[in-house]
């Protein structure tokens, strides 16, 4: 994709996530190419895994060092919290517009 510099993905358990760097496209394009990214990688694993993917920056760096710490062996117990907050500030972002619909 033209538009994806670079990708990171943790997988942990049931949980993927998947940091995307972009470049040259606005908000709701990330958002579009987030929910395709997300769509594809749920259909490979048949719906088995819970799949999440941020474009952000700030949150793509936070992916981005996590995976280098893993790469440079840091010990999963070292950066599993942050994994799980991650994790969850994603979910809970996910979750706030089905929450403002009702």
Known sequence: MDTVNESRVIVREDDVLIGIDTTGINDEQKQ??????????????????????VSDEEQYTNVR?????????APVEEVGETITDMIQDVANF?????????
């Open 32 to 53: 579009t190419l987030g929910n395709r990214i997300e769509r594809k990688v749920e259909q490979a694993f048949d719906g088995q895994k819970n799949v999440y993917v």
């Open 65 to 73: 060092n996590i995976d280098e710490q893993l790469r440079g062996g």
């Open 94 to 102: 996910a979750q706030r517009p089905f929450e403002r619909s009702r």
